[in-house]
């Protein structure tokens, strides 16, 4: 007996020495091997990175790589989190396979912890790009700031750019708040707004072991000012895409609007152990489009025409153009579902919105499957770059070279190659058609507001920045008033005469009769007023007045005058009937409830 145990405690010893060999060997071959950017026949995937394209460079920031070690494949779920930027060189045309991608020094100065699925956006006026929080890695050997922290990487225009902490007018601010990640973040060109998303010990140290929290409400960071400041929503909402879209504007400072799409609303904590029920939560689906205004910060809401976008799903893409008409088409392909029975469904969809027309056309799939926690951007005049994704797994080799992939916005085709001399951008011919068949007319606004802003031109309004009305000179204008001016002061006069006319013959002798009976039912009133709104043709029933004589009715160039009122939140309040559906509680059909694991988010 003595024997045995001696025997088992010699191989017990063997055993551990041998796998402790192997585990110094496999760390020494991982820190000969590993890279930030393998070589394209090492490459495995890349994931929950962040990208921007400013200037001639695109930027790679972020995230996680998997790779072959040692011959093979990262065993399961393995990946590296990146300590360094990466930028490729967008001035000339290339090929995913063989595109160099440069590493730049990963020791400068204020370079932010390795994080995965920050809030990011870019500064074009001066060149550099912004990192809030992000998940950092859930080894042993993370580093983390005590306090929360914002980054800056300012590039030097040949590729290249240096790091440093920018460090906030209100420093005592950051304090009060939690670094998160899938959080949405997009920026005008003074001020960024991060909306969202989830923090844990693995985001932010003041949060506590074991503890998981959702943000609510958004931050607002400006960029000349350095001051943050929180907006005063009460609605929570993770895993969301936002994009700035510049030509449209809600206010008076011309700063654009962000659109929010996608993401789910998690219940907020209502016990004291800061357990989150993630068994049933809401999603915001893509028939419903939340749109806020950088200016007075409020939220609007605009349903969608067209086939939508199947949901709920986040950490999807998001990239669009401008067109020469004056519109925007957005590029929206994969992401992720949390839902019944595949809790890690992926998508391999892709769609375009287009405005002003808030219509959805379907868009070719991607030719490498199913992906999420991709990043992408529009490059050059009329591509979007896509760069990594998950599968869900890490090991699974990416069919999309080095992770990058390439659509080409008109053709509406997918790549593996970039053309840095593609031609100007042109809408789909779908979407071109679309507007041609008049369709934009029949557009149903959810508040005057919106119209006036996205298609003042539609219903018969004129819209003073489109080429047409600035085409003829200022003396022409005036000329072309003058005379629609007389002719209509003509037609009042005389359509005063005809019913002092009309007054005078029939009204005046029947004045101490009874009053005539009603000529229009409630239902003619009814579809009448649809009409003025909608320009949607309606029968309107008549009926016979007396004498044989019949109603003259009136035409009407005025739909209704409808005050609007929003929530300050992210969705309407519920006191305000009829107005836009609720943010997220709209769903399509059946939903199943999506689950979530605060730590095991990562996978």
Request: proline share 8%; charged share 20%.
């Amino acid at each position: 007996m003595t024997a045995i145990s001696s025997s088992c405690r010699s191989g017990l010893v063997r055993a551990a020495l041998l796998g402790l060999g192997i585990f110094q060997l496999h760390g020494l071959v991982e820190g000969q091997e590993i890279s930030d950017s393998p070589p394209p026949d090492k490459f495995v995937r890349r994931g929950f990175a962040r990208v921007a394209l400013i200037g001639d460079y695109l930027y790679i920031e972020g995230g996680e790589v998997s790779q072959q070690v040692g011959g093979q494949n990262q065993q399961g779920s393995r990946s590296n989190y990146m300590n360094s930027t990466l930028s490729i060189d967008m001035s000339k045309s290339w090929d995913a396979k063989t595109v160099p991608i440069r590493i730049i020094d990963n020791k400068i100065s204020g370079k932010p912890p390795a994080r995965s699925r920050p809030a990011f956006w870019t500064n074009q006026q001066d060149g550099s790009f912004y990192v809030w929080g992000g998940m950092v890695s859930y080894r042993r050997d993370r580093v983390m700031p005590k306090f929360p922290e914002l980054y800056k990487f300012v590039t030097d225009g040949s590729g290249g750019g240096k790091w440093s902490i920018e460090t906030p007018s209100n420093p005592d601010f950051l304090r009060t708040v939690y670094l998160t990640e899938l959080a949405a973040s997009a920026a005008t060109d003074e001020t960024a707004f991060i909306f969202g998303g989830l923090a844990g010990e693995w985001t932010d140290l003041t949060v506590g072991w074991g503890r998981t929290e959702i943000a609510t409400g958004a931050l607002a960071f400006n960029m000349k000012t350095k001051t943050f400041e929180k907006l005063g929503y009460e609605e929570t909402l993770v895993g969301a895409v936002a994009e700035h879209i510049p030509q449209f504007n809600l206010g008076t400072k011309k700063q654009g609007v962000i659109l929010i799409m996608g993401g789910y609303i998690p219940e907020k904590r209502v016990d004291g152990n800061s357990a989150i029920d993630y068994s049933s939560v809401s999603s915001h689906l893509f028939d419903n489009i939340t749109i806020f205004d950088p200016e007075t910060r409020q939220m609007h809401y605009q349903t969608t025409t067209g086939p939508t976008p199947p949901g709920p799903r986040r950490e999807f893409c998001l990239a669009g153009f401008a067109t020469k008409e004056g519109g925007y088409d957005i590029l929206l392909f994969g992401g992720e579902s949390k839902r019944e029975p595949e809790l890690d469904f992926r998508y391999e969809d892709a769609w375009i919105l287009s405005l002003p027309g808030f219509v959805w056309t379907k868009a070719p799939n991607m030719p490498t499957q199913r992906r999420a926690d991709h990043h992408c951007t529009p490059a050059g005049k009329r591509q979007v770059i896509s760069v990594g994704g998950t599968a869900p797994g890490w090991r699974e080799p990416d069919p999309a070279p080095q992770g990058l992939m390439v659509f080409d916005m008109p053709s509406m085709t997918w790549r593996f190659n970039y053309d840095a001399d593609a031609g100007d951008y042109e809408s789909p011919q779908v979407i071109k058609d679309w507007y041609k068949n008049g369709s934009l007319s029949k557009v149903k606004w959810s508040t005057p507001i919106l119209q006036q802003v996205f298609a003042p031109g539609s219903f018969g309004i004129p819209n003073p920045d489109s080429p047409d009305s600035n085409s003829q000179s200022s003396g022409q204008g005036h000329a072309i008033g003058a005379i629609v001016g007389g002719v209509l002061g003509g037609l009042a006069g005389l359509l005063a005469l005809i019913a002092v006319g009309i007054w005078y013959f029939f009204y005046r002798p029947l004045k101490q009769k009874q009053k005539l009976p009603q000529t229009g039912s409630q239902e003619a009133l009814a579809a009448g007023d649809k009409y003025l709104y909608t320009r949607t043709p309606v029968n309107i029933p008549l009926q016979e007045a007396e004498a044989g004589w019949k109603p003259a009715e009136v035409a009407s160039n005025h739909g209704y005058a409808e005050l609007s009122v929003f929530s300050p939140g992210f969705g309407p309040s519920p006191s305000v009937s009829p107005g836009p559906p609720q943010y997220s509680f709209r769903p399509a059909g059946p939903q199943s409830p999506m689950e979530m694991d605060g730590y095991s988010e990562r996978r």
